[in-house]
C-alpha cells in the first residue's frame, strides 16, 4: 500500500516570507512523487516533480521541493511567498514497485499568504 | 497544452437518479481517471482506465461504473445517486508512468 500524510491542514506566512508545505510518504521501493495546487474552483495544477536525480526540485512559480529518502519526506518551499500563493496544496506519490498505476494523494494543506 | 473538459461544472440531481459524468481529452493520453475530491480527505481515486475498454477499480469504486469506448473520451456513470455522493468529481488524464497527470476542471455535483 502507498499513502501520503500532509500533517497541517492550514499555513499560514506572511508575503515576502520563506513558506514550507510538509508531506511524508510511505511507499514500498522508490518513489514518484508530485506536488499539485489548486486555486478556488478549479481543476489541480501541476507544480513540480521527483522522479531520479537531484534531490531538490524546481517547479513553476519559484517553487521547489525537497526529496528526503531517509526521512520518506518530499517538502515544498518557496523562499518568498506572495498573496497569490494563497491556494490549496497537495502531495501525491506512486511507487515504482507496488503495480499500482494511480497516484495516491495526501488530504491536502491550505496555504494563507497574508499581505 | 492538454486540454481536459469535463461535461459540467455543477450538477444538481435527486436521489436514485441515473448520473452520466463525461471527461474528453485532446491529447491522446492512454491513462484517464476519475476522483473525488472531499474536504479533509483530498483526492480518492474511483476508477481508472489504460486503454480503450479497460478499466480498473480504484480505492472507492462503490456505487459507481465508468465506460470508455474512445481513447479521449472517460464517462462516470453513478448507477442510483444518493446523497453521499455529494462531492468534487475531477477528471484526469496521463501519459506514460514517469508523467504529472493534467486534471479538467471539475464538476461539482449535489445529490438532493
Known amino acids: 500500500a502507498q499513502s501520503v500524510a500532509q500533517p497541517e491542514d492550514q499555513v499560514n506566512v506572511a508575503e515576502g516570507n520563506p513558506l514550507t508545505v510538509k508531506c511524508t510518504y510511505s511507499v514500498s521501493g522508490n518513489p514518484y512523487l508530485f506536488w499539485y495546487v489548486q486555486y478556488p474552483n478549479r481543476g489541480l495544477q501541476f507544480l513540480l516533480k521527483y522522479i531520479t536525480g537531484d534531490n531538490l526540485v524546481k517547479g513553476s512559480y519559484g517553487f521547489e521541493a525537497e526529496f528526503n529518502k531517509s526521512q520518506t519526506s518530499f517538502h515544498l518551499k518557496k523562499p518568498s511567498a506572495l498573496v497569490s500563493d494563497s491556494a490549496l496544496y497537495f502531495c501525491a506519490v506512486r511507487g515504482l514497485d507496488t503495480g499500482r498505476r494511480a497516484l495516491t494523494f495526501g488530504s491536502g494543506t491550505r496555504l494563507q499568504v497574508q499581505p | 497544452d492538454v486540454k481536459v473538459t469535463q461535461s459540467s461544472r455543477y450538477l444538481v440531481k435527486r436521489t436514485g437518479e441515473k448520473v452520466f459524468l463525461e471527461c474528453v481529452q485532446d491529447?491522446?493520453?492512454?491513462?484517464m481517471f476519475w476522483y473525488r475530491q472531499d474536504p479533509g480527505l483530498g483526492l480518492r481515486l474511483i476508477y481508472f482506465s489504460y486503454d480503450v475498454k479497460m478499466k480498473e477499480k480504484g480505492d472507492i469504486p462503490e456505487g459507481y461504473s465508468v465506460s470508455r469506448e474512445k481513447k479521449e473520451r472517460f464517462s462516470l456513470i453513478l448507477e442510483s445517486a444518493s446523497t453521499n455522493q455529494t462531492s468534487m468529481y475531477l477528471c484526469?488524464?496521463?501519459?506514460?508512468?514517469?508523467?504529472?497527470?493534467?486534471f479538467g476542471p471539475g464538476t461539482r455535483l449535489t445529490v438532493l
Open positions: 484526469a488524464t496521463q501519459t506514460g508512468e514517469r508523467n504529472e497527470q493534467f
Open positions: 491529447m491522446d493520453h492512454e491513462n
